[in-house]
């Protein structure tokens, strides 16, 4: 059994009496679909989603069904996607019959409640009680019982109208041209303009904890982030850069991965979530035909961790240099350094530490120590081998044998050889290192999501 974890898995009880389960989805479409369309007025008058979604939850209550926000919108969109129905006036927020009723499939002249079919099987409704006894409902009840044709309808998902991740990344781009945004305005904003509907826009991942919509926005901007066209300032707010504005100002029909390519951050992004490989070069994204579903799935993973190591490095240069250090210790603690002693690891501070910038005890009477110096530098900003030589001669004032130097970027050929070559042991980590290290044992990061692979048990059936 393969286990991914990306996601956090907080299932909670489907909304759904003990009857449900005894109706399958099909069946449950065309109830709703039923009553939805017998309760908007014949007239032509509007009638809101709201009141329609309370109506037909207290006549399915009266019979121990329940009534989710998704098959409401599925119901609703089907019949408005068949011509049936179409939106009210305003925001999309009610709907009324179409003028307009399309010919069922047996040629009658009208469109009968009752003989709606819907879902994968794409078969007929059956009649529908229902509990009140008004006039148009007892219509309802006799067009489900008179009529034996139907018109044939497919409930769409209405996920399937969600912009993929590249096609959202120009009006991502788009939307910080005037100054720093939220991301969730961003989304917001984005649902409106591009007209998606209310169900699209509501869609909600496997997971249940985010909107595909909203996902794939955010897809969208850390990719831009990665070609450095956008960049984060503060939690859930990010601006252009001056890259992202000399790009809008070239009037780009289209932003792919393919053309954020061109940008040399993004290739080295891209060649970290392919396979390892001992060159740099971007290897072309196999066709899906031509790959296991194992070799989707793991590719995408990489490409998730590949985006959150970015993103904590991203994190943690920004902030303050004491947090740095401390998140150091933290790391090392989480990953057995120090045994379970609780104040095993502290961080020095800035002043006195002697060019140390934290300490862990190995043992309970601190007779085996590691020292650590930390240098929080930008990207570009490698460390050389004079910074190497100073921790080392801090090392020798400790009486130290073993220390370890972090950064945030890299070390330089010459730091690299330098360290290798000294009397004490210094092992040198890099940003890159860093993150991965911070993923493999939780440090700034948590499990969103499990997702498991499951295969036959062979010892089962033998």
């Known amino acids: 059994m393969l286990i991914i974890r990306a996601m ?29 369309l017998s309760l908007v007025p014949a007239d032509g008058s509007s009638i809101g989603n709201t ?7 207290a006549r ?3 019979e121990n069904l329940a009534l989710s926000e998704d098959e409401y919108w599925q119901a609703r969109n089907a019949l408005i996607a068949q011509g049936v129905l179409v939106k009210g006036q305003g925001r999309g927020g009610s709907v009324r019959r179409a003028t307009q009723r399309p010919e069922n499939v047996h040629g009658d002249e009208t469109l009968n409640e009752g003989d709606l079919a819907a879902g994968p099987s794409d078969f007929n409704l059956s009649p529908v009680a229902a509990p009140s006894s008004d006039a148009a409902t007892a219509r309802s009840r ?48 984005l649902g409106e303009e591009l007209g998606l509907s209310e169900a699209a826009r509501a869609a909600l991942l496997p997971s249940g904890r985010q909107t595909i919509f909203a996902n794939r926005v955010h897809w969208a901007k850390t990719y831009l982030a990665k070609a450095g066209l956008v960049e984060t300032t503060k939690r859930g ?26 940008f040399e951050e993004f290739r080295q ?82 002043s006195g530490d002697d060019g140390v910038d934290g300490v862990i005890d190995q043992d309970a009477l601190g007779l085996d120590r590691v020292y650590i110096q930390a240098k929080r530098y930008a990207a570009g900003n490698s460390v050389g081998p004079g910074a190497i030589r100073e921790f080392f001669g801090s090392l020798d004032r ?27 042991r210094i092992v ?31 010892d089962f059936f033998e």
């Open 398 to 424: 400790h009486k130290a044998a073993k220390g370890l130097f972090v950064t945030t970027s890299t070390f330089t050929e010459s730091a690299i050889q330098t360290a290798e070559s000294l009397s004490k």
């Open 237 to 262: 707010h990010f601006r252009l850069t001056q890259r992202g504005a000399d790009v809008l100002a070239a009037n780009p029909e289209r932003i792919d991965n393919r053309f954020l390519s061109r």
């Open 60 to 62: 399915l209550a009266t």
């Open 8 to 36: 956090s898995n907080n299932e909670e009880a489907p909304l759904s009496a003990p009857s449900d389960r005894n109706l399958g989805p099909a069946d449950k479409f065309q109830r709703v679909t039923a009553l939805l």
């Open 142 to 189: 006799e067009a489900n019982t008179a009529s034996g044709g139907g018109v044939r309808m497919n409930a769409p998902d209405p996920a399937d109208t969600v912009p993929d991740y590249q096609s959202l990344m120009l009006p991502v781009l788009r939307a910080v041209a005037a100054g720093e945004q939220h991301i969730g305005a961003v989304v917001k904003r």
């Open 51 to 57: 009141t329609l979604r309370q109506e037909i939850e």
């Open 269 to 350: 992004f891209s060649a970290r979530s392919a396979q390892p490989t001992h060159d740099k070069v971007v290897p072309e994204p196999a066709d899906a035909a031509e790959q296991t579903p194992d070799e989707i799935m793991r590719a995408a993973h990489r490409r998730i961790e590949a985006a959150l190591a970015e993103e904590l490095l991203a994190r943690v240069r920004a902030a303050p240099p004491e947090f740095f250090e401390r998140l150091i210790v933290k790391l090392l603690l989480a990953m057995g350094y120090g045994g379970s002693a609780a104040e095993a690891g502290r961080a020095l501070g800035r």
């Open 428 to 458: 040198l980590i890099d940003g890159e290192q860093l993150a991965d290290l911070m993923i493999r044992y939780k440090v700034g990061c948590r499990v969103e999501e499990e997702l498991h692979v499951m295969k036959v048990d062979e």
